[in-house]
């Protein structure tokens, strides 16, 4: 298991760079969600954590917080949407022991 959290936290890494997001900001993902300092992120964040570990426990109220933050309908799908596709993703690459791209790698 921890191969497994250490590998994922590395390829999230390897993304985001390739991506140009602030290393800053990946390591407050990997660490604690909740010290991300925008309230908005932070939240779009917990919802799509909560959506792909635990779908069933979803609540009005998670939906509601981030209408709330101004999200519409549209938006707060397709934070559903990517959550179930990284799922995919990470389940994809785990059982078919995926090799990491030539540009990963390179990093």
Do not use: W
């Not at 390829?11 to 604690?32: F, H, K, N, Q, Y």
């Amino acid at each position: 298991m921890i191969g497994s959290v250490t590998t994922a936290k590395r390829r999230i890494s390897r993304v985001a760079t390739c991506l140009g997001v602030d290393p800053g900001m990946i390591e407050r993902l990997v660490r604690d969600v909740t010290t991300i300092p925008d309230p908005v992120l932070r939240d779009m964040v917990r919802f799509s954590l909560k959506c792909s570990r635990d779908p069933q426990s979803l609540e009005t109220a998670d939906y509601e917080l981030l209408t709330r933050h101004g999200l519409n309908h549209s938006e707060i799908v397709e934070l559903v949407a990517m959550s179930g596709l990284a799922v995919y993703a990470n389940i994809m690459a785990d059982a078919t022991a995926m090799e990491p791209d030539k540009i990963f790698t390179s990093l």
